[in-house]
């Protein structure tokens, strides 16, 4: 007989986790399937902590060898050990994962470690890691299996010298030379990490820009200190192919013009996008409908897919494939399906890329603003002016508010600077309860902080900035 549940959840990242103990949380039976032998899914295992993880010591050893000198700091032999390095990220990985399955028992969720398929609209079978099959029947499953790195077909993936983000978390050494394929905030990322630690790295973008989402003067800006830091950009430019002679990989490219560019390297890293990861889901057997093109799940407003009882989340579904959106999803379908409001408001997911400086943004955009024709105003202030930046020797970088000019009505925060990751939350906050520029620039905020930044551009929103 199979073991009947209220709720099978198939993977175990930040969406599938989370829904999975909030499920529990409202009184369900709740099992949970996940490939990895580990819990936490691309994200802790992967992804967002482990590449964290490697930005902070990157940025550390970039401080002692930049920057502690302007403070009466001096360090002399300064060395790299990059497998100390990875060491450390690992047990920050292995901490993280094993705190999902301390919360997995805490709430009574029976965890299976296999590949899973849907059987039917409410059996999943597992093919268990350690072998034979389990069928689990379901009152409701949840898809919450993520994505993977986009693999471009002209540059296969070899795992050693052409990577995705998964390798280039585990380079045994610092390459010589990093080609980055892509602009975004992954390649960016792991880019900068290379780049602190003695990398040679050269960044190639088909677009004409680096972060094309993002807001055009804060991406500029980043271009700017990116480059400075020593990345080199190659914008409007095609990469055509790879050929690889040991240890080497000569990357061609196509510019706007139809010149040629060819880049010798030692690593290459593809970081041009990820796709829902739907493989041996058994989607079509089970009737549940997929797009053909993106291979996005289509679901209603409480997360159902076209099969009643199969729901899905995350990066399977349409909007930013961010952590915190699956998470708050993964919340809000536990709490629908319980008979609760559960919601989530997609005007106000905030996105980071955690490069230095830091940039975070929420809402709209200025193109964004000027392509609706709206009536706004716009409000900024740069670290520059603001005491604790000056103190930190962190002054690179700007605040900028958007506010509707009739209502004042907050319409984006955009943030290049140190800690914007933390400050943006302020900016979320105003935003979920329909907050204005004036809300923000009369809270009293301490002093001296970084978050005066944030004030100071609220309050030149309406052109009465006290410090600039």
């Known amino acids: 007989m199979a073991e009947r549940y209220d709720v099978v959840v198939i993977g175990a990242g930040p969406g599938g986790y989370v829904a999975a103990i909030r499920a529990a949380q409202l009184g369900m039976k709740v099992a949970c399937v996940e490939k990895r032998p580990t819990l936490g899914g691309t994200c802790l295992n992967i992804g967002c902590i482990p590449s ?17 000198v302007r403070h009466g700091i001096k360090v002399t032999g300064l060395e790299i050990d990059v497998p100390a390095m990875l060491a450390r990220k690992d047990r920050v990985v292995k901490e993280l994962t094993d705190g999902v399955g301390f919360l997995f028992r805490k709430n ?31 009152g409701h499953i949840l898809l919450a299996t993520g994505s993977a790195p986009v693999n471009l077909p002209f540059i296969p993936f070899d795992g050693k010298t052409v990577v995705s983000s998964t390798e280039a978390l585990c380079f045994e050494r610092v390459p010589e030379h990093l080609v980055v394929v892509g602009g975004g905030y992954i390649g960016l990322e792991l880019g900068s990490v290379w780049r602190r630690l ?28 990116l480059a400075k830091q020593g990345l080199e950009f190659h914008l409007e430019t095609r990469v055509t192919g790879a050929k690889v002679t040991g240890e080497r990989v000569a990357v061609s490219a196509e510019k706007k013009d139809g010149s040629a560019l060819t880049v010798d390297c030692d690593r290459v890293l593809v970081a ?12 079509a057997e089970a009737g549940v409908n997929a797009d053909s093109k993106t291979g996005k799940v289509p679901v209603d407003k409480h997360f159902r897919t076209n099969v009643p009882t199969v729901s899905a989340i995350g990066d399977l579904i349409d909007g930013p494939m961010l952590a915190h959106k699956a998470e708050d999803e993964g919340v809000a379908w536990a709490e629908l399906l319980a008979g609760k409001a559960g919601h989530v408001d997609y005007d106000t997911i905030p996105s980071v890329i955690y490069t230095w400086p830091e940039m975070a943004g929420v809402g709209i955009t200025e193109e964004q603003a000027k392509e609706r024709k709206l009536d706004y105003r716009v409000g900024k202030f740069p670290f520059l002016a603001n005491g604790r930046a000056k103190a930190m020797d962190e002054t690179e970088g700007l605040v ?51 978050s005066e930044a944030v004030k100071e551009a609220a309050m030149a929103v309406d052109r009465w900035s006290i410090h600039s």
């Open 108 to 138: 009574k969720i029976t965890p299976v470690f296999g590949a899973a398929r849907l059987a039917s609209p409410t059996t999943v079978a597992v093919q268990k890691n350690g072998g034979g099959e389990e069928t689990l029947e379901a």
């Open 198 to 225: 003695g990398a040679k790295v050269t960044v190639i973008e088909f677009l004409p820009r680096i972060v094309p989402l993002a807001d055009i003067e804060l991406g500029t800006l980043l271009h700017k200190s």
């Open 400 to 450: 900028k508010i958007l506010a509707d000019a009739k209502t004042d009505r907050v319409l984006g925060v955009h943030i290049l600077g140190p800690r914007a990751s933390d400050l943006i939350a302020e900016a979320v906050t105003t935003m979920e309860f329909a907050g204005s520029a004036e809300d923000i620039a009369r809270i009293c905020h301490s002093h001296p902080t970084l």
């Open 272 to 283: 041009v996008g990820r796709r829902p990861y739907t493989e041996g889901l058994g989607l």
């Open 52 to 68: 964290k993880a490697l930005l902070d010591s990157s940025e550390y050893y970039h401080l002692a060898h930049d920057k502690f």
